[in-house]
């Protein structure tokens, strides 16, 4: 069937270098399905950045997966709450 899957992060870093890449993947079965690239917007900002994208998926052997990549010097790091609210990553079945 088909598969609605959503990831939404939040980059918490006040080391942030200006214009440098953010990119965020969603992975089906190992390979890259869809990514969101945008450019940092400098450093003390926190920014915003999601994804959704419907995927056909087998119920039972495919799976899916999310990673996040940066191109700027320092290590960087991402806002979370444990409700979930700034960064998550959800999945749904949308139709057979």
Same mark, same amino acid.
């Given at each position: 069937?088909?598969? /609605? %899957? !959503?990831? !939404?992060?939040?980059?918490?870093?006040?080391?942030?270098?200006? +214009?440098? $890449? /953010? %990119?965020?993947?969603?992975?089906?079965?190992? $390979?890259?399905?869809?990514?969101? %690239?945008?450019?940092?917007?400098? $450093?003390?900002? +926190?920014?915003? +950045?999601?994804?959704?994208?419907?995927?056909?998926?087998?119920? !039972?052997?495919?799976?899916?997966?999310?990673?996040?990549?940066?191109?700027?010097? $320092?290590? +960087?790091? /991402?806002?979370?709450?444990?409700?979930?609210?700034?960064?998550?990553? !959800?999945?749904?079945?949308?139709?057979?």
């Amino acid at each position: 069937g088909k598969y /609605l %899957l !959503s990831c !939404s992060l939040v980059w918490n870093e006040t080391a942030m270098e200006n +214009q440098k $890449a /953010l %990119l965020l993947d969603i992975y089906k079965n190992g $390979a890259r399905a869809k990514t969101s %690239l945008i450019q940092s917007n400098g $450093a003390g900002k +926190q920014q915003g +950045q999601n994804i959704t994208v419907v995927l056909d998926a087998n119920g !039972s052997t495919d799976y899916f997966e999310v990673f996040v990549y940066h191109e700027c010097t $320092a290590n +960087q790091a /991402l806002f979370g709450t444990s409700d979930g609210f700034h960064t998550h990553f !959800s999945g749904a079945w949308a139709a057979p």
